[in-house]
């Protein structure tokens, strides 16, 4: 085996993977919502599984791979870093309204 390749297995299995729900349903507590516009979402408009940095990058792992990606806000904590990682800048952060 290749260092290369024992540098990358080392990567690899310090990566922890986030479970949805992990923290309970965070969702309750949050300010903002994230609100995916789906002309310009990327996996939306082609119709292909394509992009999905929201999904790769959501730490509560609360955003569908699907087409078109959906965003669980029962468990989302409203972070923005979908946002963030858009690069077509088809996520924004909305205000939840009181009731």
Excluded at 25 to 51: F, H, M, R, V, Y
Excluded at 66 to 90: R, W
């Amino acid at each position: 085996m290749t260092d290369s390749k024992k540098d990358y297995q080392k990567i690899l299995g310090s990566v922890q993977k986030p479970v949805l729900g992990e923290a309970g349903c965070t969702g309750t507590w949050s300010q903002l919502k994230p609100i995916i516009d789906l002309e310009k979402c990327i996996p939306a408009k082609s119709g292909k599984n394509a992009c999905f940095n929201c999904w790769l990058y959501c730490p509560e792992a609360v955003v569908s791979r699907t087409i078109p990606p959906k965003i669980d806000l029962v468990y989302c904590k409203g972070c923005g870093i979908c946002m963030e990682e858009c690069p077509v800048d088809a996520i924004k952060m909305e205000v939840i309204e009181e009731k």
